[in-house]
């Protein structure tokens, strides 16, 4: 959103917005921004969470955290409470890309990790607390805009003339494409990484992963209404043993027991709500901010004839 979108809306001047975000910047309440990707429209189609118990014993765990997270299918890592461990947000190509990949992943790790199981999603409702406008592969997307994207995804400040000089096209070649980009919903937001001690007072300050199994008449009313709250920040529907699986930021825990005892008991009863097993998310790291070009080395995302394969086996 624009400084005089967000001035307008909260009716100050664009003057007042604009100093009152760089004060914020300059004290280090906003640490950095990143820009959010719709990876579905870059071939990425296919999520999955994998669940880890991990023979700690054996491993400094935030080693083996780190070490998961340069694997380029994963697009975050998360310490959870619980019967598991680890919590891996896979994107892929198709099943059975998730499929190798979680078999690599056992076996580069044998000797740490006990267990996998995987939650198949598939629908995504909301992500990035948005409703995605798009979640096909979009073809005309070439190695042009691969390589604008991928600038400005490693630094967020950098002038879109910069990147033009940089890669030796017209800065109007450059703005149309980074417009389009919008439009076609590759990218989704762009949001400030936010200084952890103003997590409380944003809402944020508990992370929790609910997983829902739900009579199916109730399903899709139960998503809807979902849907509609912030405190949902990612809802998807999965196989497996549950209907659906929210991603929940709440400003502390009894926020969060509230938020359950809505879902419980103030909606749909228990004569509907079959089961939910929560799990608290104590520490969360994305991948690193521009891993593009990590994806294209593994050949997770590939291009043919300068444009982008949506159907690996076409």
Not at 87 to 96: F, I, P
Not at 169 to 197: D, I, Q
Not at 250 to 279: H, M, Q, R, Y
Request: glycine share 2%.
């Amino acid at each position: 959103m624009p400084e005089t979108e967000i001035a307008k809306q909260l009716r100050l001047k664009p003057s007042t917005v604009s100093y009152s975000l760089k004060k914020m910047f300059r004290e280090k309440s906003i640490l950095g921004y990143r820009y959010r990707v719709n990876y579905a429209r870059l071939g990425l189609v296919t999520t999955a969470w994998v669940l880890l118990r991990i023979r700690s014993a054996n491993i400094d765990s935030f080693e083996l955290f780190d070490k998961m997270l340069k694997f380029p299918q994963v697009h975050v890592a998360s310490f959870i409470t619980g019967e598991f461990d680890i919590a891996l947000k896979v994107l892929e190509r198709d099943v059975s890309c998730v499929d190798s990949f979680v078999r690599e992943l056992s076996k580069t790790f044998s000797e740490f990790i006990d267990s996998a199981e995987v939650l198949l999603v598939t629908k995504n409702y909301k992500n990035h607390n948005i409703l995605p406008k798009h979640n096909s592969c979009l073809k005309s997307f070439d190695k042009t805009d691969f390589k604008i994207l991928s600038s400005r995804m490693d630094s967020p400040k950098k002038e879109l003339g910069q990147i033009a000089s940089e890669l030796n096209l017209h800065r109007n070649t450059v703005s149309k494409r980074w417009k389009s980009f919008w439009k076609e919903n590759v990218l989704v937001k762009k949001t400030p990484v936010v200084n952890p001690l103003h997590y409380t007072k944003l809402k944020l300050s508990t992370k929790a992963i609910v997983l829902i199994d739900v009579t199916p008449e109730v399903s899709d009313l139960l998503a809807k209404k979902l849907l509609e709250m912030d405190e949902v920040h990612e809802l998807n529907r999965i196989l497996d043993g549950f209907s659906l699986m929210a991603i929940i930021r709440t400003a502390d825990i009894p926020s969060f027991l509230d938020f359950l005892k809505w879902v419980l008991f103030e909606n749909f009863g228990k004569a509907k709500i079959k089961k939910t097993v929560s799990t608290i998310v104590l520490k969360s790291k994305p991948h690193k901010q521009n891993y593009l070009p990590q994806l294209l080395d593994k050949k997770i995302i590939r291009f043919r004839k300068e444009k982008l394969v949506c159907n690996y086996r076409s």
